[in-house]
């Protein structure tokens, strides 16, 4: 098993749980009309998901955890 510290550890944990919201919430408006504001705002959601597992991939999920 790899060595994983636990800032590391928290960061996966957190962008998990992050992963599981964008995907719940993108469940629920599924079948939801939608205006504009709020399709902008789901948008933007997804937008942010994307850079913070880019960022992962990139290995820079510690310099994203320790920001405040």
Known sequence: ???ITR???EACMAFGAAALAV???GALV???PMDRAT???FEELEIA???L???FDL???VSVHARP
């Open 23 to 25: 995907a719940d919430v």
């Open 7 to 9: 800032e590391e550890f």
């Open 53 to 55: 597992r880019a960022l």
């Open 30 to 32: 599924a079948d939801q």
């Open 1 to 3: 098993m790899a060595r």
């Open 49 to 51: 998901h994307h850079r």
């Open 39 to 41: 399709c902008d705002l």
């Open 59 to 61: 290995g820079e999920d």
